[in-house]
C-alpha cells in the first residue's frame, strides 16, 4: 500500500523542527508501525538520506520505549495498544499519517520523535519505593494479602512508563502515571509504612519538575496503552490529603 | 596459558555457600566509601546488584543504553521465577530444584554454582514480597505458584503472565531508593565499548553518551557486566531488538575467556514468523504449556481448520512420545519435537511451520475465566499480534531463538578470567549447562545480583582498599578511548550502501540454518565461510548516515552487527568442536535411535572457556572439567 506520512524531523534539541513529507509505497498491512519506520529508514539511507530517529526495544508493548502521537493520538486510534502493536492494517491504502514526538514541556525533543522522559524517573526517585534492605525480608508468607487488593494492586503496576497520558493531558499531568505507583504501594501492606511521607516526595517532585495540574478530563486513561484506571488518580488524592491532616 | 580455577570450595554442597560467607573477607564501612563500582546493566542482575552495593555503602555507577533502568531486557520476562519454597507441600526443595537444573542442563552445568542459586532463590522471593511485588496470590492469601517445562513440582511465583516486569520494577524502585541516597549514580543511554584494565586489573569502561556522541570515560576499582544474554544473533528472536552482546564480547577481547559460546537455547512457544518485515519474534510464555496441549494433525499436509479435525485425528505428539513430562517437557525437546514434526510435513499454517497449541479442554475442564486469570494478556497480545482469538481457535507457534546459556567464564566468585571483572545474569554462562528450564533465568539474575555478588565482590574488594581512586587520566584510558574512537571512524568511513541491520539480517538467516535448532559437521563448515564472506561485505559495503557527536542509531547498530559477526564465528567454532549432542547443541550426528540427544561423557564433560588470542588468529580451548560428586549422571530422559 501507499501512505503519505508527515513526520516530525528535529535535528536536535537545540534546532527547530518541522514536518517532512515523505510518499511512501512501500508499505504492507502485514507489517507493524514501527516495521513500517524500519522500512522507510531503509529507503531513506539508502537514497542516502538520514533515518528518522525513533525510540523503541522490546516491541511487544512491555517496555514503554516506543511511543509518539500518530495522528495527533499518542500511540494512534486503537485503545490499549502501544506504537509497536500498531498495526498497518488499521490504514487505508494512500492515507495521510501524520508523525509527531510526545509533546510535553516536562519531555523535552531529543532528535525527530524521541524526547527526554527522564522527569519520570525523578519522580520515582523522590519516594517511588519501599525501603527494605537485601536480606532484610520475612518469608514471603509471613503478610498475607487479600487476593482482591493484591488484584487491583496489580491492576495498577503495569503501567509502563511509556508517557501517553502527559502526551495526552492538555495540562501536561502526569497524575495517572504517578498515582498508579502510590497506589501500588497503598494497597499492599508492605506499602503503608511510608505511604505518608511517599505520597508527598512524589506529589511535590512532580509539581517540581513543571508537570501540571489533574483538571479531571479523563484523556490520560482514554490513551493509556495499559488501560490504568482514573481510580488510581482519586486514590492518591485520598491519599495525599490523608497525609496532609494526620 | 591461563590455568581456569573456578575456586570452588571444598565443602559439602549443603555448606559451601555458607562456609564461603563466613570466611570471606569484609570490607569495613568507611572503607567502602572509599571504593567505586561499575555496574553494566541495570536488569534485574545489574540493577539488583546496583540497589545491593549502594545499601552496602560503596559508591555505584551503574550503565544502561536505554532512556532509564526500567527498561532493560527483564522487563519483558513473562512467565515466572523459581523458588524452592515447597508452598505446595509437593515434594519440592533446594536439592531437587539443584537436581531439576542439573539434569535440565543435561550435566553440563557447575554443581556448586547451581547448588548455591537454588539456595538463595528462597531469599530472591522473600525480597521481591517485601519490595511490593504484586505475585500472584491465592484466596487465603498465600502466594501462588506454577509449573514450567522439565520438573513435576509448581514451584514458579508468577505475575500473570508480566512477570518479569514486575521484578523488574521491585528492583527499579531499590534502585531508586539508592539513586535518592546518593549512593547509586545513574547514567542512562551509555553503550559501554570498551574496558580499562590497568596493571591486569579492570578498572573502568569507555562509553558513548548516545545523545550527545561524546565518548566518555569512568573508573572504579571493580567492574561488573550484567549485560544479557545475545539470542539476537538470529536477528529475529524473542529479545528486544537493541539487545546484544557487545559488552560482553568486548571484555572477550581484553582477555576474558567465552564459554560454551553455542549453547543457545531455541523456546518452543513463539508466534511463528508472519512475514519478512519483521524486526522481532513474540515469545508466548511457556507456562502456557500448563494447560495448552499442542497437536499437529495426523496426516500430512491437513489443511482443514484446526477446530474441524476431530480428537481421533489430533497428534499430541509431545503427550505420545513423553508420557511422563507430556506438554511440560523441557523447551530443547519440545522444539525439536516441533521441528521434527514440521520437517516431516505435518506442520499447519501457510508455511507449515507452526504447530498447534491449544486450550479448548482447559477451557472446558476450568472455564475461560479461570484461564482468563491466568493468562489474560498474554491471550490479548496473541490475537493483537496475529488477528485470531486463541480462546476459540487453538494458537499457531514455533520455536525461536529465545536464551543463552554461554556467555562469560565465571569462577564461583562470579570473577571472570580478567581481574576485577565480573558477570552476573545472562551474561555469564555459569547455572544453566546446555539448557536452560523455564523461570530460572530471573532467579539466577537475581541471586546473582542480590545475593551472591554483593558478598563475592567484597573478598575482591577488601585487598583493595589502599588502592586510591582512579583517574581517568591514566594512559590506559587515553588508548582505550582513542581506539573506540577509531573503530567508530572506521565503521562511518566504509560508505558503502547496505544498512548495518540488512546485514544483520542476513547473518541471523544463516545462523538459524547451520548453528540454530540442530547442526551437523557439514553445515558448520559451510556457515563458517559465509560469516567470513559476509563480515567482508559488511566492513567493505556498510553505509552509516549522520555522525559520531549526535544521536545516531544506525552507528550503535552497526557497531554491535560487527561484534556479531566475530561471536557468530566463535559460536560455529563451539559447535564444531563438540561433536556429542547436549541439551539445546543437537548435533545430528549424535542421536539415539529415537532421535534424542546423545552425551559423550567421556569426551565432553567440561566447560568450553575460549581465550581469544588476537585479531584473525585461532581460538584458544580451555577446558573446564566438571566432576559430578553429588548427583548420579545419567541419560536424560523425560519418557
Ligand atoms: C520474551 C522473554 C521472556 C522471558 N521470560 C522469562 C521468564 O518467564 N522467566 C525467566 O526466568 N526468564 C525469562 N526470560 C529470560 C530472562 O528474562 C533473562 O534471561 C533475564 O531477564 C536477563 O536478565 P539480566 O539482568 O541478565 O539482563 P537484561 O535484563 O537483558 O539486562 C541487560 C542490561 O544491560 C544493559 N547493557 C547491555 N549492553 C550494554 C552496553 N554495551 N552498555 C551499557 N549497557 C548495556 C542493558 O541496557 C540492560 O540494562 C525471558 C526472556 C525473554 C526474551
Ligand atoms: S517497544 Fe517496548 S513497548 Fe513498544
Same mark, same amino acid.
Given at each position: 500500500m501507499n501512505i503519505k506520512l508527515k513526520i516530525w524531523r528535529q535535528k536536535n534539541a537545540e534546532s527547530k523542527g518541522a514536518f517532512v513529507k515523505y510518499d511512501f509505497d512501500g508499505v504492507s498491512p502485514e507489517m507493524s508501525f514501527l516495521e513500517m519506520l524500519d522500512a522507510l529508514n531503509k529507503k531513506l539511507i539508502e537514497e542516502g538520506d538520514e533515518p528518522v530517529a525513533f525510540d523503541h526495544d522490546c516491541r511487544e508493548g512491555i517496555c514503554g520505549t516506543c511511543g509518539m502521537y500518530i495522528n495527533g493520538r499518542p500511540h494512534g486510534s486503537v485503545q490499549g495498544i502501544t506504537t509497536c502493536h500498531l498495526s498497518m492494517r488499521k490504514f487505508k491504502n494512500r492515507a495521510t499519517i501524520y508523525v509527531e514526538p510526545w509533546r510535553a514541556k516536562p519531555f523535552p525533543v531529543i532528535k525527530d520523535l524521541i524526547v527526554d522522559r527522564s522527569a519520570f524517573d525523578k519522580i520515582m526517585t523522590a519516594g517511588g519505593f519501599i525501603s527494605t534492605n537485601v536480606g532484610? *525480608?520475612?518469608? *514471603?508468607? *509471613?503478610i498475607p494479602v487479600v487476593k482482591e487488593k493484591a488484584d487491583i494492586a496489580f491492576d495498577s503496576t503495569i503501567c509502563i512508563g511509556c508517557g501517553a497520558c502527559v502526551a495526552a493531558c492538555k495540562n501536561a499531568s502526569a497524575m495517572l502515571f504517578l498515582s498508579a505507583k502510590v497506589s501500588q504501594y497503598a494497597l499492599l501492606p508492605q506499602g503503608r509504612v511510608e505511604a505518608k511521607e511517599r505520597v508527598q516526595a512524589m506529589v511535590l517532585k512532580m509539581d517540581e519538575l513543571g508537570f501540571g495540574n489533574c483538571t479531571n478530563t479523563g484523556a490520560c486513561e482514554a490513551e493509556c496503552p495499559k488501560n490504568i484506571s482514573l481510580s488510581n488518580i482519586a486514590r492518591m488524592n485520598r491519599e495525599f490529603y490523608k497525609a496532609k491532616i494526620t | 596459558m591461563t590455568i581456569l580455577n573456578s575456586k570452588i570450595p571444598e565443602d559439602s554442597l549443603a555448606e559451601k555457600w555458607a562456609k564461603y560467607k563466613a570466611s570471606a573477607k569484609l570490607v569495613n564501612p568507611a572503607n567502602k566509601k572509599k571504593l567505586d563500582i561499575i555496574v553494566v546493566g541495570t536488569g534485574l542482575a545489574g540493577a539488583g546488584a546496583a540497589s545491593a552495593l549502594g545499601e552496602l555503602g560503596y559508591n555505584v555507577k551503574n550503565f544502561c543504553f536505554q532512556d532509564t533502568p526500567r527498561r532493560a531486557h527483564s522487563v519483558a520476562a513473562q512467565g515466572g521465577i523459581n523458588a524452592a519454597k515447597n508452598y505446595k507441600n509437593d515434594g519440592d526443595s533446594i536439592y531437587r530444584l539443584f537436581y531439576d537444573m542439573i539434569k535440565g542442563g543435561d550435566y553440563r552445568a557447575r554443581e556448586a554454582n547451581v547448588y548455591r542459586a537454588a539456595e538463595v532463590s528462597n531469599d530472591v522471593i522473600d525480597h521481591f514480597t517485601a519490595l511490593g511485588v504484586p505475585f500472584a496470590r491465592d484466596y487465603g492469601g498465600n502466594l501462588d505458584n506454577r509449573s514450567f517445562g522439565g520438573v513435576q513440582v509448581s514451584r514458579t511465583f508468577y505475575a500473570k503472565g508480566q512477570t518479569g516486569q514486575q521484578c523488574l520494577l521491585g528492583t527499579y524502585s531499590s534502585l531508586n531508593r539508592q539513586i535518592s541516597k546518593g549512593m547509586v549514580k545513574m547514567f542512562p543511554r551509555r553503550e559501554m565499548l570498551e574496558l580499562v584494565i590497568i596493571d591486569g586489573k579492570a578498572r573502568g569502561i569507555i562509553t558513548r553518551n548516545l545523545i550527545t556522541g561524546k565518548i566518555e570515560r569512568y573508573s572504579a576499582h571493580a567492574v561488573v557486566l550484567a549485560?544479557?544474554?545475545?539470542?539476537?544473533i538470529y536477528y529475529?528472536?524473542?529479545?528486544?531488538? #537493541?539487545? #546484544?552482546p557487545s559488552a560482553a564480547w568486548k571484555v572477550h577481547k581484553k582477555g576474558a575467556f567465552f564459554a560454551n559460546p553455542s549453547f543457545v537455547q531455541i523456546h518452543p512457544t513463539s508466534i511463528p514468523q508472519l512475514n519478512d518485515y519483521q524486526a522481532k519474534l513474540t515469545l508466548m510464555s511457556e507456562s502456557l504449556r500448563n494447560d495448552g496441549r499442542i497437536w499437529v494433525p495426523k496426516?500430512?499436509? +491437513?489443511?482443514?481448520p484446526p477446530n474441524e479435525i476431530p480428537e481421533e485425528e489430533r497428534d499430541y505428539y509431545l503427550e505420545r512420545r513423553y508420557p511422563a513430562f507430556g506438554n511440560l517437557v523441557p523447551r530443547d525437546v519440545a522444539s525439536r519435537a516441533a521441528k521434527e514434526r514440521c520437517d516431516a510435513g505435518y506442520g499447519v499454517g501457510d508455511t507449515g511451520l507452526a504447530v498447534n497449541l491449544d486450550f479448548k479442554d482447559a477451557i472446558k475442564t476450568q472455564g475461560k475465566k479461570a484461564i482468563e486469570d491466568k493468562y489474560g494478556n498474554l491471550f490479548e497480545m496473541y490475537e493483537t499480534i496475529t488477528g485470531i482469538n486463541p480462546y476459540e481457535k487453538p494458537m499457531r507457534i514455533y520455536p525461536a531463538g529465545h536464551y543463552t546459556m554461554g556467555g562469560l567464564w565465571v569462577d564461583y566468585e562470579l570473577m571472570t578470567t580478567i581481574q576485577g571483572l565480573y558477570a552476573i545474569g545472562?551474561? #555469564?554462562?555459569? +547455572?544453566?549447562?546446555a539448557n536452560r528450564l523455564g523461570a530460572s533465568s530471573l532467579m539466577q539474575a537475581s541471586g546473582d545480583g542480590y545475593f551472591i555478588l554483593p558478598y563475592t565482590i567484597g573478598d575482591y574488594l577488601a585487598d583493595e582498599i589502599r588502592t586510591p581512586r582512579i583517574s581517568t587520566d591514566l594512559k590506559e584510558f587515553e588508548e582505550a578511548e582513542k581506539a573506540v574512537k577509531e573503530r567508530l571512524e572506521k565503521l562511518i568511513l566504509i560508505n558503502g550502501k547496505q544498512t548495518a541491520s540488512s546485514f544483520h539480517k542476513r547473518l541471523g538467516k544463516i545462523m538459524w540454518d547451520y548453528c540454530g535448532m540442530t547442526r551437523n559437521e557439514k553445515g558448520l563448515k559451510k556457515v563458517a565461510e559465509k560469516i567470513k564472506e559476509l563480515k567482508e561485505e559488511f566492513w567493505s559495503d556498510l553505509k552509516i548516515p549522520g555522525e559520531l557527536y549526535e544521536v545516531n542509531q544506525e552507528l550503535e547498530k552497526a557497531g554491535r552487527v560487527a561484534d556479531y559477526f566475530e561471536l557468530a564465528n566463535l559460536m560455529v567454532i563451539d559447535a564444531l568442536n563438540r561433536t556429542e549432542s547436549c541439551g539445546a547443541h543437537f548435533r545430528e550426528e549424535s542421536q539415539t535411535p529415537e532421535g534424542e540427544a546423545k552425551r559423550d561423557d567421556k569426551n565432553f564433560a567440561y566447560v568450553a572457556a575460549w581465550e581469544y588470542t588476537g585479531e584473525n588468529k585461532p581460538h584458544q580451548l580451555h577446558k573446564e572439567k566438571l566432576e559430578f560428586e553429588f548427583v548420579e549422571v545419567k541419560e536424560r530422559t523425560y519418557k
Open positions: 532484610s *525480608a520475612p518469608d *514471603a508468607h *509471613a | 549485560t544479557g544474554g545475545y539470542g539476537t529475529l528472536s524473542t529479545l528486544a531488538v #537493541n539487545s #546484544n496426516k500430512k499436509g +491437513d489443511k482443514r545472562e551474561s #555469564n554462562f555459569s +547455572d544453566h549447562g
